[in-house]
């Protein structure tokens, strides 16, 4: 089927060609990583045969280089894999935060979810161990190399998938619903035209490569340096095997010249910062450079008949939040219940209504403060910067400093520290060296609830 809506012929079709119940999977679930892994390893749990299905074949990289914390190591050890990360020997990263010329707001991280401490893991290492183990899951079948191209529709609703092994003939495969854990640019999306219904577009291009050689701290860090005069980042976390994950974040108004040159580009930007370049003297980069251009952020539709998303592809949010893991993983959760709601008469639309809308609740303010982070740019840009007076209040007390970077692995909530009541405690705390004014209070706490 070369269109991405069935026409009428087409349900006409896939209804009387629709495999006897034997034959049908409970799931199919397009996509093998961090969500797809998860959600099978969910479904699977309550009994469902499940279809895992991914054009890749393992061990294979992606573009991100993934910090994650308690939070996601609680529901990795709710499925069952966390000994296989912990396994993989990645330093404990304690040190958290973010650093610039007026600013040090780094900390330890608080403990989350029985937690203190970040892993940054190769996501080659990290999706294959997990996947690897899941796989083994009574109920899992696991195809690598196969590419969904396109999905099968019956009575009005998704009974399946079309694709090809390896470039193999094209096989159909059906199952009750088909499961989009194909990441931010999803198939199954397009194919059931999904639409989005929120979007912060994108404004930093990203570039990294895994170094060896690269003096550590004192602790293990995940630290994020910020040069604010030039909008350069660059983002330093100690990763698995003795390396040194480096990413540098490029205006978009940059990026069309920095992708020209993307290995002098991360290069030279993290070589700018002098800290940095003391510590890399002798840094030897070990993998090619990668990277995406400015994305936009967004929330898409995530279920309809016969079909759902998880993931990436449900909700994008950008990368410099360090959350895309945790997202994938919660949605996964999310989603799991809903469907066993459905087991329990409840009706797939309804349950389906719950998962999305619980997700987007959950996943709304660390949404929202990227989106005024982009509409106070341009205020930030002619000198009218609230925020790093008020991060350098936050810095100046390590008890408040730790309870902010509780926002990134889940110890604090993120509208919880936004709150009027909160920030007027700081400020005041703070002997109210920085004035934010109350209007700025309110603005900035209900731009975050919304
Ligand atoms: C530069 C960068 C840095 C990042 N850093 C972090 C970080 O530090 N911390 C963090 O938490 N998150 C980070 N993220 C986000 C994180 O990578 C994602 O949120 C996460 O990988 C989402 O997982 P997923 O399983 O939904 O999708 P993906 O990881 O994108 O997996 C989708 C899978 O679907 C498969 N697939 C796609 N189409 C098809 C098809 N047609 N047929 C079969 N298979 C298909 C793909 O092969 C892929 O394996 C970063 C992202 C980027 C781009």
Redesign the pocket.
Known sequence: MSQDHPSETDIACYSQTTPPESDTFDAII???????AATAALLAEQGARVLL????TFPAS???????YGNSMAMLERIGVLDVVDAIGAPRITRYGTRSPDLDLVARLPHAHGRDFAYSIRRERLDTAVLRRVQTYPGITLREG???SDLLWGAGQVVGVR?RQNGGPEETIYARMVVG????RS?VARAVNAPIYDRITGDTA?F?AYYRNFTPLEEPSAIVNLEPESRQAALVFDADNGLTVI?VGVPSAQFAAARTDPEGTLERTWRSFPELAVRGHNAIRETPVV??GPTDSFYRQSYGPGWAL????GHYID?IT???????LRSAELFAAAWARTRRRTSWQWAMAGYQRRRDAETRPMYNLVAFGRRVQPAVDAGLDIWTPLLQAIARHPEITTHYIGIYNGATRVDAFFSPANLTRILIQDGLRYQLPRFAIGTLSRALAT
């Open positions: 397009v996509g093998a990583r961090i969500a797809g299905l991914d054009s890749a992606t573009v991100s280089c993934p910090v994650f196969f590419r969904v694709g854990a194909d990441g931010k198939r990203i990294y990413s990277g995406q998880v993931g990436d592809a990368p360090g959350q895309g893991i945790n997202n994938a």
